[in-house]
């Protein structure tokens, strides 16, 4: 059974930062692809970044280009998404999710963590 567990969500000031873990409970190398997606109230889930395990390549939505970033850990089994510069706009609950197979889809996911940015 795979686990994914999110954590470091919480309420931050327009402009701050945050930094999202989610730790795995299997070597991320097991994975191909883990990637954030994000939900807000109302709307569907998006994919915000995600990353190929085996060589660290990134990808980004575009409304998070140049704001948040994606990298992995392998001694830790841990994927962040460090986020700056964050907007009213990103507030949503943020789920990590992994893929086994390469193809855009995801096998896992954690149970979200909640986002909110506000004054």
């Known amino acids: 059974q795979v686990q994914l567990v999110e954590s470091g969500g919480g309420l931050v000031q327009p402009g701050g930062s945050l930094r999202l873990s989610c730790a795995t409970s299997?070597?991320?190398?097991?994975?191909?692809?883990m990637g954030w997606f994000r939900q807000a109230p109302g709307k569907e889930r998006e994919l915000v970044s995600e990353?190929?395990?085996?060589?660290?390549?990134?990808n980004y939505a575009d409304s998070v280009k140049g704001r948040f970033t994606i990298s992995r850990d392998y001694p830790q089994n841990t994927v962040f998404l460090q986020m700056n510069s964050l907007k009213p706009e990103d507030t949503a609950v943020y789920y990590c999710?992994?893929?086994?197979?390469?193809?855009?889809?995801?096998?896992?996911w954690g149970q979200g963590t909640q986002v909110t940015v506000s004054s």
């Open positions: 999710a992994a893929g086994v197979r390469g193809d855009g889809t995801f096998d896992y």
């Open positions: 299997r070597s991320i190398f097991s994975f191909v692809t």
């Open positions: 990353i190929i395990i085996r060589g660290g390549i990134p």
